[in-house]
T-cell receptor, first 115, second 116 residues
């Protein structure tokens, strides 16, 4: 089955610890994205990547880091510099080429709680 | 900032058509309107998108006004499983490196509740 997976679904960490969230896709998509969602709010873009070995900051990149060493994978690290890391994190991917049809496919999300 | 305005919440009776409005009065000529929905604690799901013509697929219909300043998403026969938050989004193209990657700015959406 083609799709986008995130693991784990729930994650707990102590304050001050870095944590890495996994995102994998087998859709052969060039573009991948990380969003953050807080309760009752919409999604906010953290980072995006258009191709392998390239990534760009989104609207709220401070305290986060990413890598894109493989087309299939776009892990997000939540560092201790992120002041309020508890949130629902969503990864997405899209074809990424100039097209009138460029739907973003979302993973199931990871709910991170920092204690 | 979000470029769309939607009602905070709506109810619809099961089996009836659900009509979700969206205002996007500042939309530019090459921007698309996308609709996604998010069922509680899941990732958003793509529904439909359009530029200026009305669109229909197996999930919904999208009606865009002639001046493109507003649109309506129609779920023709709402079921209980359609209860979700519906997001109307104007696609902004990030044209660096000549790749057509979109920044989807999600507002707070419309919480649609289907009533049995």
């Amino acid at each position: 089955d083609g799709g986008i997976t995130q693991s784990p679904k729930y994650l707990f960490r102590k304050e001050g610890q870095n944590v890495t969230l996994s995102c994998e896709q087998n859709l052969n998509h060039d573009a991948m994205y990380w969003y953050r969602q807080d309760p009752g709010q919409g999604l906010r873009l953290i980072y995006y990547s258009q191709i392998v070995n390239d990534f760009q900051k989104g609207d709220i990149a401070e305290g986060y880091s990413v890598s894109r060493e493989k087309k299939e994978s776009f892990p997000l690290t939540v560092t201790s510099a992120q002041k309020n890391p508890t949130a629902f994190y969503l990864c997405a991917s899209s074809i990424g080429r100039l097209s009138s049809y460029n739907e973003q496919f979302f993973g199931p999300g990871t709910r991170l709680t920092v204690l | 900032d979000a470029k769309t305005t939607q009602p905070t919440s709506m109810d619809c009776a099961e089996g009836r058509a659900a009509n979700l409005p969206c205002n996007h009065s500042t939309i530019s000529g090459n921007e698309y309107v996308y609709w996604y929905r998010q069922i509680h604690s899941q990732g958003p799901q793509y529904i439909i998108h359009g530029l200026k013509n009305n669109e229909t697929n197996e999930m919904a219909s999208l009606i865009i006004t002639e001046d493109r300043k507003s649109s309506t998403l129609i779920l023709p026969h709402a079921t209980l499983r359609d209860t979700a938050v519906y997001y109307c989004i104007v696609r902004e193209t990030m044209s660096t490196l000549n790749f057509g990657n979109e920044k989807l700015t999600f507002g707070t959406g419309t919480r649609l509740t289907i009533i049995p």
